[in-house]
């Protein structure tokens, strides 16, 4: 069986399951709200489902219910590579199922068929200011796609149907996926390499492509391949996961949905941390260290300098993680087991600043969570293998999230789920509330 006639019976196996829930147990409760949650940015109120992957505040991430390190073990890796192929990972967040090799080539085949990007896109992009933002470019240039959506097409036909519309929003799911990684690639090289663009190649994986794509080095197809499935998801309460879920929820096309998810990725408390984090660390080596070497005394000095400015320290600290983000520790691997990365001057200083940092944000005593996320770690790895533009790599971020946000947008039309609309109330119904001592609920 294919990946979509896989995914069609589970999702048909799994709604009766959320159908029982609404129908019988749907006046159960499951959280309260406090004042605070309600000013502080809805912070852990439990009102979002997904079964793709699960944040435990101590444990980090789990894909499918497997670990990083266990979805790494599990996966086909890609031929001469011990890293899974971004393509069997797809067909793993979609279905729960770790597919066999035959049934991840089927998958790498199709991506060839739905990744082209059309001329138009290019044609656009390239009439941009030059210094717009890579992510305007990105964004901008998903949403002129959005005439080709299979799901506006079908919900436009007169014939739109709740029980068939999550194949169109699949439809769409993989051509954005599949697409993302080259119209990123022609951004790069548009913006950085003179417009010198590179032609696919048709014989490589997703990840080994894109590392063509942008002349990059026979490691970097792993870099590319380990970054995307790293920053695939993050269960769906973050801004970008979350954004797309609220979009499509009005029946908005996966285009339309990206794209805002994609805005949402490139603000400095999310995805642009880490251009932020690289910003920081290549400042503090040109303020702090001008002709000396880094020490931990110098980077208690610039870290206390910086939350003194009443700045954050860009990596570290987590809305929902209690502890250090795997993410960084399997990036971190990545650098300890490369030889010439682990020597590398600046995989040295981010990894002084991970013994100092936490004890510094500790002192500090604001955040309640004094450890790196996964920013903390990406942009080394990219600035070693000579991505140098950190203004990239929230793209490259966004080519990872929309694995995780299509494969959750698929899902949610799979078993229906409603247009989101929380209530809104008043500062003086809070004040009200706050001087009886709670909401009267009766
Ligand atoms: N440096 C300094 N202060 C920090 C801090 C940090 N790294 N992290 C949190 N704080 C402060 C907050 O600003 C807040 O201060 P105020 O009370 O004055 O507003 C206080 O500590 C409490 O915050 P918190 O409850 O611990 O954290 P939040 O859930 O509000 O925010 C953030 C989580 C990730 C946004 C926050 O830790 C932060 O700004 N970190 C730096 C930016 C960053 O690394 N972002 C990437 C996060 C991972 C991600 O989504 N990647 O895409």
């Known amino acids: 069986m294919g990946l ?9 196996d799994f709604r009766p399951r959320t159908q029982k829930l609404v129908k019988e147990f749907g006046k159960i409760k499951i959280d309260e709200v406090t004042i605070d949650q309600c000013i502080g940015g809805a912070r852990d109120i439990r009102s979002l489902v997904t079964d793709i ?15 990083i390190p266990e979805t790494f073990d599990a996966l086909p890796k890609a031929a001469g590579s011990n890293y899974p192929t971004v393509e069997s990972f797809w067909y793993f967040l979609l279905t729960g199922d770790v597919p066999t090799q035959a049934q991840t080539d089927e998958v790498v085949a199709e991506f060839k068929t739905r990744q082209v990007v059309p ?44 029980n068939t519309a999550w194949e169109y929003v699949y439809e769409d799911a993989t051509d954005i996926v599949a697409r993302l990684p080259i119209l990123s690639a022609f951004i790069y090289n548009l913006k950085y390499r003179g417009d010198k ?41 973050n801004v970008s ?34 251009q932020e984090v690289l910003d920081w660390t290549i400042k503090f080596q040109e303020e702090y260290c001008a002709g000396v070497e880094p020490t931990k005394e110098l980077i208690t000095k610039a870290l206390w300098d910086t939350l003194n400015k009443g700045q954050v320290i860009p990596g570290y600290g987590h809305a929902v993680l209690r502890k250090t983000d795997p993410r960084y520790m399997a990036q971190r691997e990545f650098c300890i087991a490369t030889p010439g990365l682990n ?23 604001k955040t309640k969570n004094p450890w790196p996320n996964v920013d903390a770690q990406s942009g080394v790895i990219q600035y070693y293998y000579g991505l140098k533009e950190y203004a990239f790599y929230t793209v490259l971020f966004g080519i990872g999230r929309a694995l995780g946000c299509m494969a959750n947008i698929t899902w949610d039309r799979g078993l229906g789920y409603a247009l989101e609309r929380p209530k809104s109330v008043t500062t003086a119904m809070l004040e009200k509330w706050a001087a009886e001592g709670g909401r009267n609920l009766a």
């Open 4 to 12: 979509k006639e896989t995914l069609s019976q589970k999702i048909m």
């Open 53 to 67: 992957s699960y944040l435990d505040p101590q444990e980090g991430i789990r894909f499918r219910g497997k670990t």
């Open 119 to 162: 001329e138009y896109v290019f044609k656009a992009v390239r009439a941009m200011p030059a210094d717009s933002h890579p992510m305007v470019m990105l964004s901008a240039g998903l949403l002129l796609m959005q005439k080709d959506s299979k799901f506006a097409g079908f919900y436009n036909s007169g014939k739109f149907n709740k």
């Open 197 to 237: 663009q590179i032609a696919i190649d048709p014989s490589l994986d997703m990840g080994a492509n894109f590392a063509h794509m942008i002349g990059q080095s026979e490691t970097y197809k792993d870099v590319a391949r380990m970054y995307f499935i790293l920053h695939s998801d993050h269960e769906s309460g």
């Open 241 to 274: 996961a979350h954004t797309t879920h609220l979009v499509h929820s009005a029946l908005s096309d996966p285009y339309y949905a990206y794209s805002a998810g994609l805005n949402g990725l490139a603000g400095p408390l999310h995805g642009l941390a880490n």
């Open 343 to 365: 020597e590398d001057p600046l995989f040295k200083l981010v990894a002084m600043i991970f013994e100092v940092a936490p004890g510094v944000l500790t002192e500090h005593g």
